[in-house]
């Protein structure tokens, strides 16, 4: 329950940022996220959907958290399981466990609410291409289970 709180809360804010509509036709999309050959726990694997000229705002952002085996399934802030068909920035960031060990994605605030200042320092595996949405993913008109993405670690 704990981690679909933390999918909400991060899909709100991307939401929120991203202006989005509730346009667009959801489908089922899940995959798999691994960093260096092996299956990444915890990390907030979010799908922005990318609109032209014609729909400059196709659909809501959707997000989804990484179990053990690397897993994610997407909904939408609203609870809309999948994301809208068609083009995708794909930004994927480790979120960090907060002083009683559960993963919030305000950097470790027990309270849930943002703490003032900079997060702990600590390394962050995933390159950077990945959490500024560098990458893009396309979402097909029927779904898919194979979102699947491999990345690389930043080495310290």
Not at 10 to 29: I, M, T
Not at 77 to 84: I, K
Not at 117 to 124: A, I, M, R, S, V
Request: aromatic share 6%; hydrophobic share 30%; net charge positive.
């Amino acid at each position: 329950m704990r981690k679909f709180r933390v999918v909400v809360v991060a899909a709100g804010l991307l939401a929120a940022v991203a202006g989005c509509s509730s346009k667009g036709k959801f489908v089922p999309v899940s995959g798999v996220v691994t960093l260096d050959g092996q299956p990444y726990a915890n990390a907030l694997v979010s799908f922005m959907p990318v609109g032209g000229e014609d729909n400059p705002y196709p659909g809501r952002v959707s997000c989804g958290v990484t179990d053990d085996r690397g897993r994610f399934t997407l909904k939408t802030d609203q609870g809309v399981s999948g994301a809208v068909v068609g083009k995708h920035r794909v930004h994927i960031q480790t979120l960090r466990p907060n002083p009683t060990g559960q993963v919030d994605p305000n950097h470790g605030s027990p309270d849930g609410t943002p703490r003032a200042g900079k997060p702990p320092h600590t390394h962050e595996p995933i390159p950077p291409e990945w959490s500024a949405g560098q990458k893009e993913f396309e979402v097909p008109s029927r779904g898919t289970d194979k979102a699947n993405f491999d990345i690389t670690s930043v080495k310290k």
